[in-house]
């Protein structure tokens, strides 16, 4: 158990549609990930956070926003959702630099 | 920015050693070198960093070069359990994350 939490495991929906991922990260971890694992593909990383503000921006495309609040858990917002859209997302923590703490991730299927 | 270049798939038997090298050409001076290990369905799990020479921990060493341009994760006799797909990942100064693309391991009976 790496201490990340990621709610919830499995979300299925329809394309267009909106969902919100959540990412509670490990007890005195400031910074938070999110990454994107399409199907038997490598990482794609897509947003870091840190201690409530944005610090790094990767491959995140205009329709995902993310954020993360005063108690440091982290929401990943996905709208206007299209099939290619299915993946893994897996969020991760770390004290700000080094060692980063995967979580299970959400397997989003969009259909 | 760094780009990461590691093989796409690797063969091994079971007690052997092995290395994996993933080349990072456009590394710069900061940059730092991470490797991590997934298995399928899981979450990556951090193995070992290094900025240069040679750094080692309980399950894996990892050899960097003077010019940085690459680097090898050595694991040690390796077991079926090693079996999963291996990640080396550039994070630079400002804070950007280059992963490659995985080399997937298979290690035989």
């Known amino acids: 158990d790496s201490g990340v939490t990621q709610t919830p495991k499995h979300l299925i929906t329809a394309t267009g549609q909106r969902v919100t991922l959540r990412c509670s990260p490990r007890?005195?971890?400031?910074?938070v990930y999110w990454y994107q694992q399409s199907l038997d593909q490598g990482l794609q990383f897509l947003i870091q956070y840190y201690n409530g503000e944005e610090r790094a921006k990767g491959n995140i495309l205009e329709r995902f926003s993310a954020q993360q609040f005063p108690d440091l858990h982290s929401e990943l917002n996905l709208s206007s959702l299209e099939l290619g859209d299915s993946a893994l997302y897996f969020c991760?923590?770390?004290?700000?630099?080094?060692?980063?703490?995967f979580g299970q991730g959400t397997r989003l299927t969009v259909v | 920015l760094a780009k990461t270049t590691q093989p796409i798939s690797m063969d091994s038997y079971e007690g052997q050693e092995v290395n994996i090298t993933c080349s990072h050409n456009n590394i710069a001076t900061n940059d730092y070198i991470t490797w991590y290990q997934q298995f399928p369905s899981q979450g990556p799990r951090f193995i070992i960093q290094g900025y240069k020479t040679k750094v080692t921990n309980e399950v894996a060493s990892l050899f960097i070069p003077a010019d940085r341009k690459s680097s090898t994760l050595s694991l040690p006799r390796v077991s079926l359990s090693d079996t999963a797909v291996y990640y080396c990942l550039v994070e630079d100064s400002n804070y950007q994350l280059i992963w490659g693309a995985g080399t997937k391991l298979i290690i035989k009976p």
């Open positions: 991760a923590s770390s004290r700000g630099f080094g060692e980063a703490f």
């Open positions: 007890s005195g971890d400031l910074s």
